[in-house]
Each structure stands twice: as structure tokens, then as C-alpha cells.
């Protein structure tokens, strides 16, 4: 059973960093899409960043692109997201997700996504 763990928010102070960890277990990754999402109160849950698992490929949105940086370990099974420059707007429920049906690029939408964690707050104060 496919199991995501998220790690490494909190309350921090705008222009810090951040870095949340996403430890995936019980299937192996190399052909999956691992995604970022994020949900801020009274809003949709919103795409943030992905990564093909197998070729290291990425994907951002707009708002984050340029300040925040997703990567993984193949070693250790687990999936980053290196958040720098972090502004008030970034304060939201971060989720990592993982796609086992495409083969190819990354989808942008949650419907797309097989697998989610259980989420981790970054709030970020001005």
C-alpha cells in the first residue's frame, strides 16, 4: 500500500526558507509523477511543483517558479520541496501526491493523482 508522509512545515517569518520532505513507501516510484499541492483557507487546493521520478524532470507553477525547488533522493525514497523567499500568500496546507497511471510529463490537476499525504502547514507571518 502506497503510504506519503510529509514533513517540515511550520510558522516562519516572510523572505526565510522552508524545506518540506514527503517520505513515500510500499511501491517502487520510478515511473510515477510526484507532485506538490497546496490548499490556503477558503481556497482550492492549487498545483505547486512536480517531478517525473525517473528522469528528474520538473514542473512549476507560475506563482513559485524562480523561489521554490523541488527535487528527490531515489536512495531515500523521498521527495522535496526547497521553499525559499517564502511570502504570506505561500501560507497553506502543503500535500504531497503521487500518479501511477502517466507514463509521460505531469499533470497539473488533483484528479490526477492517485495517492495523497496527509498534509503539512507552512504558515508564514509578515
Known amino acids: 500500500q502506497v503510504q506519503l508522509v510529509e514533513s517540515g512545515g511550520g510558522l516562519v517569518q516572510a523572505g526565510v526558507s522552508l524545506r518540506l520532505s514527503c517520505a513515500a513507501s510500499g511501491r517502487t516510484f520510478s515511473n510515477y509523477a510526484m507532485g506538490w499541492f497546496r490548499q490556503a483557507p477558503g481556497k482550492e487546493r492549487e498545483f505547486v511543483a512536480a517531478i517525473r521520478w525517473n528522469s528528474g524532470n520538473t514542473y512549476y507553477a507560475d506563482s513559485v517558479k524562480g523561489r521554490f525547488t523541488i527535487s528527490r533522493d531515489n536512495a531515500k525514497n523521498t521527495v522535496y520541496l526547497q521553499m525559499n523567499s517564502l511570502k504570506p500568500e505561500d501560507t497553506a496546507v502543503y500535500y504531497c501526491?503521487?500518479?501511477?497511471?502517466?507514463?509521460?510529463?505531469?499533470?497539473?490537476?488533483?484528479?490526477?493523482?492517485?495517492?495523497w499525504g496527509q498534509g503539512t502547514q507552512v504558515t508564514v507571518s509578515s
Open positions: 501526491a503521487a500518479d501511477e497511471r502517466r507514463f509521460t510529463g505531469v499533470s497539473r490537476k488533483e484528479y490526477d493523482y492517485d495517492y
